[in-house]
């Protein structure tokens, strides 16, 4: 594995635990939003750096979510709270929920310097053409390390993923064929993808497209052509991904992996993060 796509699986759990810790979903739940499944605040969550934008930018940032399932979520959300207290419930609960995780490494060397190392790559990333990329690097920095990391990390995942939603439009792929080609390499069940909203219908509609391509056989699992193009997706998405390391110099981001350990460790260890993810972190 080479060492971008490394830290990309070691920054990704260190900026989602913000979509499943409980003091996240605590401060969202007082906010006014139902915490029933973690939908209704997902959207918003990840959202509010834009500003007060609607349903159509949403759906087509977020890609692979069908439409309606985000037009429910964010038809009131700005109502239900507007931009700015959304970007302070996400930055209060990582901070709460991490203060919690870190325990008496909250302040540790190896925080300090991941929180410096992951923020020379975030401000290296280049910008254009990646709006939520772009929208997250423009809120100002906080002050404490722990936070500074976590916001540098959702800078350079949101960063990799605008560039992987780039190298899916060039391989051909809509947003519900995304998804089953890459369930089909065995990137996850296809249970697991059902969480992006789309119904069984349109599943294998999309399934039926991929059929005509040659990229997906009859059982449902990918082609020779089809693993190529999944193949070639992914080292798109590497390539694009890789500016902000290059920047950072060989170096500093093996220095980098291995600051991150325990902050990785400790959103893993959480126990909060799905064993089994969309992203296909450790099956591609």
């Known amino acids: 594995m080479t060492l971008d796509r490394r830290l990309w699986h070691l920054l990704e759990p260190v900026h989602a635990l913000v979509y499943y810790a409980p003091e996240v979903t605590a401060a969202t739940r007082a906010l006014g939003h139902a915490s029933d499944t973690r939908w209704p605040a997902y959207f918003p969550l990840r959202a509010a750096p834009l500003g007060p934008v609607g349903p159509g930018p949403v759906t087509a940032l977020f890609y692979s979510f069908e439409p309606g399932m985000v037009g429910r979520h964010m038809a009131a959300a700005w109502d239900t709270a507007p931009p700015e207290r959304m970007l302070d419930a996400r930055l209060g609960g990582i901070d709460a929920a991490y203060r919690r995780l870190l325990g008496s490494g909250l302040g540790g060397a190896r925080v300090a310097e991941a929180a410096g190392l992951a923020r020379r790559a975030a401000e290296a990333a280049p910008l254009a053409g990646r709006a939520l990329a772009a929208a997250n690097a423009g809120l100002p920095w906080p002050d404490e ?48 993808f059902a969480s992006r909203g789309w119904s069984p219908a349109e599943w294998a509609a999309a399934g039926e497209g991929l059929r005509s391509r040659g990229l997906l056989a009859p059982d449902g699992t990918a082609t020779e052509a089809g693993r190529a193009l999944r193949a070639d997706v992914e080292r798109r998405t590497d390539d694009l991904a890789r500016a902000p390391y290059d920047a950072l110099g060989a170096d500093a981001a093996e220095r980098l992996a291995t600051a991150l350990e325990p902050v990785w460790i400790a959103a893993v260890g959480s126990g909060l993060l799905p064993a089994e993810n969309t992203l296909g972190i450790g099956k591609v």
């Open 145 to 192: 390390p722990h936070l500074v990391l976590w916001q540098a990390a959702t800078i350079l995942r949101e960063h990799r993923g605008d560039g992987h939603v780039a190298a899916l439009l060039a391989a051909g792929l809509g947003p519900a064929e995304s998804l089953v080609s890459f369930a089909s390499v065995g990137a996850a069940r296809p249970e697991v």
